[in-house]
T-cell receptor, first 114, second 113 residues
Framework: DADVTQTPRNRITKTGKRIMLECSQT?????MYWYRQDPGLGLRLIYY???????NKGEISDGYSVSRQAQAKFSLSLESAIPNQTALYFC?????????????FGSGTRLTVV | QQQVKQSPQSLIVQKGGISIINCAYE??????FPWYQQFPGKGPALLIA?????SEKKEGRFTISFNKSAKQFSLHIMDSQPGDSATYFC????????????FGTGTRLTIIP
């Protein structure tokens, strides 16, 4: 099984719909992140959480919300989807105690808003 | 504001050649510089990383060169192979507090036969 699992892998939704992307991890890491990938723009941070009680906005949080249900689960919601939220979304985890700051990414969710 | 600038956006290299991707940064507090490799349909995966106390780090065919005074670092892929075709991201993070990785914009590398 993958260390970081994202569901669904692909999703097509209509403008105005609420949608949730889910992420679960078996790494045992406290830190979790949601990134958005767009061609030419790289990976941009949406939200991050350093433990279950900690939620922080990233550089592009408008239109998104998150929930950290447990150490292993971090969900991203689009309250009212719009076409420019069409993108590839990645969840990641990290453990700063490893000294390497290595992030482990899931395989991504490709979201299309029509 | 893009704190880590990456170039080129795309790169085509012949099999056996050297692929070079460059990154530059502004924040002198950055203390760790990883490179991530992403294949289609997959998430980015850590490839190689360097700290600023060394000027070069080599792992197999992959080498990071680091120039602290110029605030630049680069990834060199020697003897490039078709299997190296992927998107590469540079990144940086300060060594203090609760900081996060800042990523470059990515380079799509294609190795042609």
């Amino acid at each position: 099984d993958a260390d970081v699992t994202q569901t669904p892998r692909n999703r097509i939704t209509k403008t105005g719909k609420r949608i949730m992307l889910e992420c679960s991890q078996t790494k045992g890491h406290d830190r979790m992140y949601w990134y958005r990938q767009d061609p030419g723009l790289g990976l941009r941070l949406i939200y991050y959480s350093f433990d279950v009680k900690d939620i922080n906005k990233g550089e592009i949080s408008d239109g998104y919300s998150v929930s950290r249900q447990a150490q292993a689960k971090f969900s991203l919601s689009l309250e009212s989807a719009i076409p420019n939220q069409t993108a590839l979304y990645f969840c990641a985890t990290s453990d700063p105690n490893t000294g390497s700051y290595g992030y482990t990414f899931g395989s991504g969710t490709r979201l299309t808003v029509v | 504001q893009q704190q880590v600038k990456q170039s080129p956006q795309s790169l085509i290299v012949q099999k056996g050649g050297i692929s070079i991707i460059n990154c530059a940064y502004e924040n002198t507090a950055f203390d760790y510089f990883p490179w991530y490799q992403q294949f289609p349909g997959k998430g980015p995966a850590l490839l190689i990383a360097i700290r600023p106390d060394v000027s070069e780090k080599k792992e197999g065919r992959f080498t990071i060169s680091f120039n602290k005074s110029a605030k630049q670092f680069s990834l060199h892929i020697m003897d490039s192979q078709p299997g190296d075709s992927a998107t590469y991201f540079c990144a940086a993070i300060p060594n203090f507090g609760n900081e996060k990785l800042t990523f470059g914009t990515g380079t799509r590398l294609t190795i042609i036969p």
